[in-house]
């Protein structure tokens, strides 16, 4: 059974860095995996992820340059590395995957999510 479960989320000060992890069970380890988030009385957003050859894409222009995709050499856990926070990335942060092994920052294209994890960003 295809299973997503995330961790790391907490409480942070502007300025800090959180990990955040996505734990793969039940599928195809060289799918794509996805990092979404989901703030207040907001749309989900694609924030980035990561292909099957290990190739990252970034869909929210505010994260560039201070997160980052990445995964275990075991492919079983996918990383979001998230530095210089801001109060403004405080949100829900989802893992998610299609099992395909391209990219799509379109949530509509994704089938398989997990709970997700809070992440809040104090000023």
């Known amino acids: 059974q295809l299973q997503l479960v995330e961790s790391g989320g907490g409480l942070v000060q502007a300025g800090g860095s959180l990990r955040l992890s996505c734990v793969a069970s039940?599928?195809?380890?060289?799918?794509?995996i996805a990092w979404f988030r989901q703030a207040p009385r907001k749309e989900r957003e694609g924030v980035l992820c990561?292909?099957?050859?290990?190739?990252?894409?970034t869909y929210a222009e505010s994260v560039k340059g201070r997160f980052s995709v990445s995964r275990d050499s075991n492919k079983e856990t996918v990383f979001l590395q998230m530095n210089s926070l801001k109060p403004e990335d405080t949100a829900v942060y989802y893992c998610?995957?299609?099992?395909?092994?391209?990219?799509?920052?379109?949530?509509?294209?994704?089938?398989?999510w997990g709970r997700g994890t809070q992440v809040t960003v104090s000023s």
């Open positions: 998610a995957t299609d099992r395909v092994f391209s990219c799509s920052g379109d949530p509509d294209d994704y089938d398989y």
């Open positions: 039940g599928l195809n380890l060289n799918y794509a």
């Open positions: 990561i292909n099957s050859g290990g190739g990252a894409t």
